[in-house]
């Protein structure tokens, strides 16, 4: 490949002061990581400046991406670096009171990109540096290695093929800057960036494959190694996975209220190039928060002032030749019997209607609908108005109101999904004539990936720590079938047998005032203490510090219950022992005394006596995370569940 950057004989000199630049010559390959080291005033950042075109050399010539540079006018200069080249300075020189995205996105605007696209590229940068979860952050929020790598994600949002940086990790501390130097190289050796790195710091100087030393305005080439990139490799680093299937995900809310499963099975789904486009049928609010998102799609929603549009698309397809709408109607009735939920029933078809029109615009092949009730009606009716195939999800949670429609979705359903085997065979039982191989387990990936530093590696798992008071966490919304009402009872009786514990319950919903009296009640004050919700990022300081994870979830009476909980599952993850009760969804992932303690629901004597035993008992609990740490993976199989949705998809739409 052709070098991107040449130059020749370059020479600088400020009148009244010694020659800074004496016939430079370099070359740069593209993939190339190259360090400019030298004493301060050696003229280092006039270097990468007339490199960068901010300053014109006196003499020599400057190739760069085989183009001569030096004979652009200052407009043709200015769009040229603007859209081949990215810089980074010492300072981020962050707007202080935007967003991140906001920072991000600013290079963008001058190219007039659409919205939707700035979105994208946005989010692509920032995944770059690993940053996309802090895309609504305010950049006076973020640390200073983070403020960097937001600049770093600026630079390389215009998907620059030279980078050019000054010191970018002159005010880190030592860890962060080999944090950014890894993320460097990263993007250079796999997405073929050229980058000339200008530092003082011969540590930072390791990652670089070549480094030059700068002395007297003459360049000594110290060190040099040219990457081999591959030509298909290079220059690719924004681009998205290449969609196998334009496959569109409705959902109730995107992103959920609480919780991360949806957002991390779209982002499975968005990387094994299934998903193009999410649709969701409710706003998050009057004006709509995107809080939390951070996938490289804009989601399209209808909200409260989309709806009554959605209602004329109804309509309208109820009329002349697209009369079928009633046959649709008819064909699918309402969730259940006397009118009830016929308003949601009604909201749902008008969102099918308009989701039918979207779809035909952006060319969806499958709608897949996270949710058996309003989302999949909604999924139904866009996939028969517009002959393409769909599929939909069901969870424990909904089997507590099956709707009465449900026969009718399945049967058009290519593939129903179920989160636990529990799920499915409580729909074999409710629609018994459904055919077994339609209704599939695939369960919900890992939601946070636990990464030990060096200094956690020799201590041991957290089960494994011996302090003087015992540290139980809970996990989930704060409501009846969560049983958390069981666990203050039996923290209870645990501080009347003197143990000393600590009890940290996280999440919001409907019961926690209720919570709080009872607690009060129960004279836990000093021992119980209820977070709220918790950034998902800061979970694993909670995991790492807790003994023993609690889950003590019931069927209410309802018929409402939990599934897997994400919780549960990040826990085992963490090598936490846990104690569950025995919900079925819950004793697929947890077998007593082999990775962890089931007790009955409801049953506040059980889950006492093993908060009890396991309080004194630190290497049982060490044994039980353990146990639970190496069985997880297996028990997940994330990429089998990837490699069979695939397989769904592209069976769905004839796709080899």
């Known amino acids: 490949m052709a070098p991107v950057i040449v130059a020749k004989d370059l020479y600088k000199c400020y009148a009244g002061f010694a020659p800074v630049l004496r016939g430079v010559n370099i070359e740069v390959e593209p993939g190339e990581m190259v360090a400019i080291m030298g004493p301060s005033g050696c003229g280092k950042s006039t270097m990468l400046h007339v490199l960068g075109m901010l300053h014109a050399p006196d003499s020599g010539s400057l190739e760069i991406l085989g183009k001569d540079v030096l004979h652009l006018d200052r407009e043709q200069t200015a769009a040229f670096r603007r859209g081949t080249m990215g810089f980074v300075m010492q300072s981020s020189n962050l707007f202080d009171h935007s967003t991140v995205f906001e920072n991000v996105e600013f290079p963008l605007i001058y190219e007039k990109l659409p919205p939707q696209e700035r979105w994208e590229r946005v989010i692509r940068a920032l995944e770059l540096v690993r940053l996309s979860t802090r895309v609504h952050y305010r950049s006076n929020r973020l640390s200073g290695g983070e403020q960097q790598r ?25 860890k962060t800057s080999r944090l950014i130097m890894d993320n460097f190289r990263t993007l250079c050796h796999t997405g073929g960036v050229a980058m000339v790195v200008v530092t003082h710091d011969p540590k930072m100087a390791e990652f670089c494959d070549s480094v030059y030393t700068l002395e007297d305005g003459i360049l000594h080439c110290r060190k040099r190694e040219i990457p081999q990139i591959a030509v298909q490799q290079a220059y690719n680093l924004l681009a998205g996975p290449k969609p196998v299937v334009r496959g569109a995900l409705v959902a109730e809310r995107f992103p959920e209220a609480s919780g991360q499963g949806l957002m991390y099975e779209a982002h499975h789904m968005y990387d094994t190039g299934l998903l193009s486009r999410i649709y969701a049928i409710h706003d998050n609010g009057l004006l709509g928060s995107p809080e939390g998102y951070a996938l490289p799609l804009a989601v399209r929603r209808i909200g409260a002032w989309r709806i009554l549009g959605a209602y004329m698309t109804m309509f309208r397809h109820m009329r002349g030749s697209s009369a079928s709408m009633w046959s649709l109607w008819r064909t699918l009735p309402g969730r259940g019997r006397w009118g009830h939920g016929l308003w949601d029933h009604l909201r749902s078809f008008g969102s099918g209607a308009l989701l039918a029109r979207w779809g035909l615009e952006e060319n969806i092949e499958i709608f897949y609908a996270a949710g058996a009730h309003g989302p999949a009606t909604a999924a139904w009716v866009a996939s028969r108005l517009l002959d393409v195939p769909y599929a939909f999800a069901v969870t424990s ?86 049983g958390y009402d069981i666990l203050l009872q039996a923290c209870a009786a645990l501080k009347n047998r003197g143990r000393d514990f600590n009890l940290k319950i996280v999440g919001r919903g409907p019961a926690r005032l209720r919570l709080r009296w009872l607690a009060l009640r129960l004279g836990l004050r000093g021992h119980v203490q209820f977070m709220g919700q918790v950034p998902h990022e800061n979970m694993p300081e909670l995991y790492n510090k807790a003994d023993i994870f609690v889950a003590p979830g019931r069927r209410t009476r309802q018929g409402d219950m939990d599934g897997l909980p994400s919780a549960l599952v990040e826990a085992l993850a963490f090598g936490v022992a846990v104690v569950v009760s025995d919900l079925p969804g819950q004793t697929e992932a947890v077998t007593d005394g082999r990775n962890g303690r089931v007790v009955p629901q409801n049953d506040v004597a059980s889950l006492a006596a093993v908060l009890e035993e396991l309080a004194g008992a ?7 995370g353990e146990a639970a740490r190496r069985a997880l993976p297996d028990f997940l199989d994330e990429k089998g569940v990837e490699a069979r949705m695939s397989a769904f998809f592209k069976e769905a739409c004839h796709k080899p």
Request: charged share 25%; aromatic share 2%.
């Open 397 to 482: 949670h909904d089997l507590a109101s099956p709707g009465q429609n449900w026969a009718a979705k399945v049967k058009d359903a290519v593939f129903v999904r179920c989160d636990t085997e529990a799920t499915r065979k409580a729909m074999c039982e409710l629609l018994p004539e459904t055919p077994g191989n339609k209704l599939v387990v695939l369960r919900d990936p890992l939601t946070l990936t636990p990464a030990l530093s060096e200094e956690d590696a020799g201590q041991g798992a957290p089960g494994g720590k011996v302090e003087s008071a015992l540290n139980i966490l809970a996990v989930g919304s704060i409501c009846r079938r969560k």
């Open 618 to 624: 630190p290497h049982e609990r060490h044994r039980l």
């Open 150 to 174: 937001v600049a770093i994600a600026r630079a390389m949002v215009n998907n620059p093929r030279i980078l050019l940086a000054d010191e970018p990790t002159g005010a880190l501390d030592a």
